[in-house]
């Protein structure tokens, strides 16, 4: 079975451009998160989704992020325009819904680096 | 920080030794869980241990939850350079978001 995916690896921008995150759950798993990753500070939540429905946005950052999850199946995390602070390793997570512990299954990440 | 402290920041230590990492949290929690992150690499889980739980063993792997400090350990015995990785400690917030610690940076030394 193939894990969480994300595209792509590495991204380098300059500030002001735009960047769009694809992450591709585990088929089936109707929750997906993202978090993200600071240079050197703890992981943070940014969002969760059950399926198609935002169910938790609290750890967005500001206007300028963008998360959608047309159809319930993978999800795009877009930032526009990007800022310097935006850099930083963006994770995926997912989990089947009703799971009886809630052990997140999470992709290798997106390395944003913005210029 | 919203989880509290990992200790230490870093560790390193040679192969065959034991790593102990901390975590401490704020909050009440009903499971605490640690995950691993190889360099370049998602994260990957580890153990969880629920509230009413003291100790749990996987492995290589032994984890202690004090709920009365709030407070939990990892200890990885035997180590090995494979284990080289960052640990993190994490627990559940609302709607299942997960909250983490700052980390542990483990190095293993062959």
């Known amino acids: 079975e193939a894990g969480v995916t994300q595209f792509p690896s590495h991204s380098v921008i300059e500030k002001g451009q735009t960047v769009t995150l694809r992450c591709d759950p585990i088929?089936?798993?109707?929750?997906l998160y993202w978090y993200r990753r600071v240079m050197g500070k703890e992981i943070k939540f940014l969002l969760h989704?059950?399926?198609?429905?935002?169910?938790?946005e609290s750890g967005m950052p500001n206007n300028r992020f963008l998360a959608e999850r047309t159809g319930g199946t993978y999800s795009t995390l877009k930032v526009q325009p990007a800022e310097l602070e935006d850099s930083g390793v963006y994770f995926c997570?997912?989990?089947?819904?009703?799971?009886?512990?809630?052990?997140?299954?999470f992709g290798p990440g997106t390395r944003l680096t913005v210029l | 920080s919203q989880q509290g402290e990992e200790d230490p920041q870093a560790l390193s230590i040679q192969e065959g030794e034991n790593a102990t990492m901390n975590c401490s949290y704020k909050?009440?929690?009903?499971?605490l869980q640690w995950y691993r992150q190889n360099s370049g690499r998602g994260l990957v889980h580890l153990i969880l241990?629920?509230?009413?739980?003291r100790e749990k063993h996987s492995g290589r792997l032994r984890v202690t939850l004090d709920t009365s400090k709030k407070s939990s350990s990892l200890l990885i015995t035997a180590s090995r350079a494979a284990d080289t990785a960052s640990y993190f400690c994490?627990?559940?917030?609302?709607?299942?978001?997960?909250?983490f610690g700052a980390g542990t940076r483990l190095a293993v030394h062959p």
């Open positions: 241990i629920r509230s009413n739980e």
């Open positions: 088929s089936g798993h109707d929750n």
């Open positions: 989704f059950v399926k198609e429905s935002k169910q938790d």
């Open positions: 994490a627990t559940t917030g609302g709607y299942n978001k997960l909250i």
């Open positions: 909050t009440s929690i009903n499971n």
């Open positions: 997570a997912s989990s089947p819904r009703g799971s009886s512990y809630n052990e997140q299954f």
